[in-house]
């Protein structure tokens, strides 16, 4: 698996900047990428030493779509998992393209 598919995009909410603190940064990451494949992605991508990464599937969510005519049931659809990486670096070291 290439670099570019196992990172998927970097996750900036207010647990994850909280997260900062720590030198632990978020990123949304291939269902089939495993820890290894994410710590060499992000010390390529991004020039930094990576001590540790936590990976997490998030299961996706039911949601319901309600149809425009009246009387029709509302149809339920399924939300894609994903799986969200928490990464731990160095000591000093930062991501500047996620700093908020």
Known sequence: MELTEVI????????????????????KVALTANK?????????????TVLRVNTVRMPGKSRR??????????QVSEA??????????????TIAELQA
């Open 8 to 27: 998927r995009h970097g996750i900036v909410t207010e647990k994850s900047v909280d997260r900062q603190k720590y030198n632990q940064y978020t990123f």
């Open 36 to 48: 290894i494949e994410v710590k060499r992605a992000v010390e390529a991508m991004f020039n930094v």
């Open 65 to 74: 779509v309600y149809a425009l005519r009246r009387g029709r049931m509302p």
């Open 80 to 93: 894609r998992p994903w799986k969200k990486a928490i990464v731990t670096l160095a000591e000093g070291q």
